[in-house]
C-alpha cells in the first residue's frame, strides 16, 4: 500500500469522523428516542400481559370460593363443559423405536416429545419440548356464545388395542363427546391426530364449521454454538399447491397469510416439529420471537382454523412429525402421496437456492450417502468426498491454470508495451496493444475466468450442504469431537469487546489452518499469476485480508466445513505444483509465437471490444479536440478584452 493509499484512507476516515460528528443527535431528539423505545416497551409488555391472560387458568380465578359458587360459576361461563374444569392431570406415553410422545388428560395435548436416537450438545436426551414450553389448545363455542379452551379441559383417556394408539375422549353426556385419537406410527417419527365430535349439535353453536387453534413452542438450544444454531431456527410453512416458506431467522417476525396452509414447522437447526392439516389451516397467523439469551434461541406462535364437521360424519385430520431434519428421511415422505398432496418436508433443510440446491439434491447428497454406506468415519469420508469433487473440477482447474501460465510467459511482452506507452493519457492504446497482443497469441483473461464461475455452483453448494448435514452430528475426526459445530483448541470465558461478537471465545483449529492455507496459496497463486499489467493500489494487501476475514466469519462454523475448505486447499496447491512443473512454459510461449504468425481470426467478442474501443478512442480525441478549441476561444477572448481595454 502507498503513501497515496494511506492518505486517501485517512482522509477518507477523517470525512466520516466529522459527518458523524456534525449530524451526532441533540439532546432532544435523543430524549425523544428514549421516550419512543419506553412506548415500544410498553406496548409489548401490554401484549405478554394480554397473552399472558388469554393462557391463564380460569381455576386460578375462582380458587377460595366455596365449591357451590365456584361450580355454578363454571356453569354460567362454560355450560356443558363445566364438569370437565375440574380433574387430575394424568400422563400417557406413546412410544416406538424412534421417538416417546407424552400426552396429558389436561388438553388432552402432547405435553413432551423426545427423539430416541439423539442427544443434545450435553449428552442429554434430546427432548424437543416438555411441559410449558409447549401450548396446543383449540377454542370451542357452545350454543349459548360461552368460549371455551381445551386446554382447560380434562379429558378421559381410552386405551385400545393397539399399544401406540390412544383416544383422549371428553364425554358431555353418554351421546355427546369429542375424541382425540392419537396413533404413532411403529418405527416412525409421525403420530397421526385427528379430532371428530359424535352428538355436538344443540352443544356447539350450529354455526361451526371450524375451530380455532392456538398452538406455541419454546425452542431449546440443542447444539454446542448457539450464535451459530440460531441461523437455522425459523418457522416454515407451506402454502397450499405451492412452495414450502419461512419467516426470517433474525429479529422478531411475523405474517398473515390468506392462503390456505398445508402445514407448519417449528424447525431448530437438525430437528423440527411439524403439523400438517389434510384439509389445511385457513387464516393463518405466524409469529417468530428471538430470545437474548437462557436455554431458548426462539418461540414460535401460530394461530389458524382448521375445519370441523359439527354432525361428527368427517373427522379432522391432522399429522405430528417430531423429525430430524435428514434430507433421505423428509423427501420418502412424499412416495405414497402425489400433486399437491406432496409434503415435501425435504425443503425443511437449507440447501441454497436455485442452482445451488440442485446441485446438493441431485450430486451432492447421493454421493455423500453413498459413501456413507462403506465409510464409517465421517472426517475420512470429507476426504474421499473432496478429493472425488476435485478430481470432477479438473479439466477446469487445468483450464484455468493454463490460461493464466499464457498470460505469465507473455508479461516480458506486455511490460515493452506498458514501457511504450507509460502516460496517463496513453492507457486506451496501452490497453488495445495488450488485448491485440493477447488476441495474436491465442490467449484470453476470459478463459481462465470462466472455468472459475464454472466451479461455484458446486462450491457455494457444499458451502450449504456441511452446515445442514445431520449426519456429521456428533461424529468425531482427529482433534474435532463433533464435526457439525467448532473444534476450539482454545476457549476463554472472558467478554472481550468486538472480539466475543464477531469472532467468539474460542478459536477452531481447522479454520485456522483453512486460514494459513489460504495465505499460502494466495501468495503463490499472486505469484503465478503476476501477467505484467498495472494493478489497483491496495489490491495485494486485499487479497491477504480475505483469509484473515474467512478465519473471523468461519471461526464458529461446522469444522466439517472448515476441514473441507482445508483439504480442498491443500488439494488446489498440490495441483497448482503439479501443473507447474508440468507444463514446458518455454514449449508453450514458442506456441504462442507460433499463434501470432498465424492469420488472425477474430471472434465476434474481440470485433465488438475492438470496435468500443475504437469508438471510445474517437470520442475521446473529439473531446480533447473540443476542450483545445474552448481554450483558443477564451484565450483569444482575454486577448480581445485586454487590446479593448488598453484603447
Known amino acids: 500500500m502507498d503513501k497515496n493509499t494511506i492518505i486517501g484512507f485517512v482522509l477518507i476516515g477523517l470525512v466520516l469522523f466529522g459527518f458523524s460528528w456534525l449530524n451526532r443527535p441533540t439532546p432532544e431528539q435523543i430524549e425523544a428516542q428514549r421516550r419512543y423505545q419506553d412506548s415500544i416497551a410498553r406496548i409489548e409488555q401490554i401484549k405478554q400481559n394480554e397473552l399472558a391472560q388469554q393462557n391463564a387458568d380460569p381455576m ?7 365449591d357451590s359458587v365456584r361450580m355454578a360459576r363454571l356453569q354460567t361461563n362454560f355450560g356443558s363443559f363445566a364438569p370437565h374444569m375440574n380433574g387430575t392431570e394424568e400422563f400417557v406415553t406413546l412410544e416406538n423405536e424412534k421417538v416417546a410422545v407424552v400426552l396429558s388428560t389436561k388438553g388432552g395435548r402432547a405435553v413432551s416429545a423426545t427423539l430416541k436416537e439423539y442427544d443434545n450438545y450435553e449428552g442429554k436426551p434430546l427432548v424437543l419440548f416438555e411441559d410449558k414450553e409447549s401450548v396446543f389448545d383449540l377454542t370451542f363455542v357452545t ?43 411403529p418405527d416412525d417419527y409421525k403420530m397421526d391426530f385427528s379430532i371428530q365430535g359424535t352428538g355436538m349439535n344443540g352443544i356447539l353453536s ?18 454446542k454454538g448457539r450464535k451459530f444454531e440460531d441461523r437455522y431456527v425459523e418457522l416454515h410453512y407451506k402454502v397450499m399447491g405451492d412452495d414450502v416458506d419461512y419467516l426470517s431467522a433474525s429479529g422478531h417476525a411475523n405474517k398473515t397469510l390468506k392462503e390456505n396452509l398445508h402445514w407448519i414447522g417449528f424447525k431448530d437447526m437438525y430437528f423440527s416439529t411439524v403439523l400438517v392439516a389434510k384439509n ?18 426462539k418461540t ?34 412424499n412416495d405414497n402421496l402425489s400433486g399437491d398432496d406432496k409434503l415435501h418436508l425435504e425443503k425443511l433443510v437449507p440447501l441454497g437456492w436455485g442452482i445451488f440446491r440442485w446441485v446438493n439434491q441431485f450430486f451432492v447428497i447421493p454421493l455423500f450417502d453413498f459413501l456413507g454406506k462403506y465409510i464409517n468415519n465421517y472426517g475420512w469420508l470429507i476426504f474421499l468426498l473432496t478429493v472425488i469433487v476435485k478430481l470432477i473440477l479438473y479439466p477446469l482447474t487445468y483450464k484455468s491454470y493454463l490460461s493464466s501460465a499464457k498470460m505469465r510467459v507473455l508479461r516480458p511482452q506486455v511490460e ?55 449426519e456429521l452430528r456428533h461424529e468425531s475426526f482427529l482433534w474435532a469431537q463433533d464435526l457439525s459445530t467448532y473444534d476450539a483448541i482454545i476457549s476463554w470465558d472472558v467478554q472481550i469487546p468486538l472480539i466475543s461478537t464477531y469472532f467468539g471465545n474460542h478459536i477452531s483449529l481447522f479454520c485456522l489452518l483453512m486460514t494459513i492455507t489460504n495465505i499460502v496459496y494466495t501468495k503463490y497463486n499472486m505469484e503465478m499469476t503476476n501477467t505484467g499489467q498495472q494493478q489497483m493500489p491496495g489490491m495485494k494487501m486485499m487479497m491477504y485480508l480475505m483469509p484473515l476475514m474467512f478465519l473471523f466469519i468461519f471461526n464458529s462454523y461446522a469444522s466439517g466445513l472448515t476441514y473441507y475448505y482445508f483439504i480442498s486447499t491443500l488439494i488446489t496447491i498440490a495441483q497448482t505444483l503439479v501443473f507447474r512443473f508440468t507444463i514446458n512454459e518455454e514449449k508453450l510461449l514458442a506456441k504462442l509465437e507460433a499463434n501470432k504468425r498465424k ?24 473531446q480533447q479536440e473540443q476542450r483545445r478549441t474552448q481554450q483558443m476561444q477564451q484565450l483569444a477572448k482575454r486577448e480581445q478584452r485586454k487590446k479593448q481595454q488598453s484603447s
Request: with cysteine; charged share 20%.
Open 143 to 185: 350454543a349459548a356464545n360461552q368460549v371455551v379452551n381445551t386446554r382447560d379441559l380434562y379429558f378421559t383417556p381410552v386405551k385400545g388395542n393397539d399399544p401406540n394408539a390412544l383416544v383422549m375422549r371428553l364425554a358431555l353426556n353418554e351421546n355427546s363427546f369429542i375424541d382425540f385419537s392419537y396413533t404413532l406410527a
Open 280 to 297: 389445511g389451516f385457513q387464516n393463518a397467523k405466524l409469529d417468530s420471537r428471538p430470545h437474548a439469551d437462557g436455554q431458548y434461541l
Open 300 to 333: 414460535f406462535h401460530a394461530t389458524a382454523d382448521v375445519s370441523f364437521d359439527l354432525l361428527g360424519t368427517q373427522p379432522t385430520d391432522l399429522q405430528f412429525y417430531f423429525i430430524p431434519n435428514k434430507f433421505a428421511l423428509l423427501s420418502d415422505y
Open 599 to 622: 492469420p488472425l481470426k477474430k471472434s465476434g467478442f474481440m470485433k465488438r471490444l475492438e470496435e468500443a474501443q475504437r469508438m471510445q478512442e474517437e470520442q475521446l480525441k473529439r
Open 206 to 223: 350450529p354455526n361451526t364449521q371450524t375451530l380455532h387453534l392456538n398452538w406455541t413452542q419454546d425452542i431449546r438450544q440443542q447444539e
Open 416 to 470: 515493452e508495451i506498458n514501457a511504450k506507452y507509460p502516460e496517463k493519457e496513453q492507457a486506451m492504446e496501452r490497453q488495445r496493444q495488450i488485448m491485440e497482443l493477447y488476441s495474436r497469441a491465442g490467449a484470453s483473461p476470459m478463459s481462465g475466468c470462466i472455468p472459475l464461475l464454472l466451479q461455484m455452483p458446486i462450491l457455494i453448494a457444499l458451502f450449504m450442504f456441511f452446515p445442514s448435514a445431520i
Open 60 to 66: 386460578e380465578a375462582l380458587a377460595g370460593l366455596p
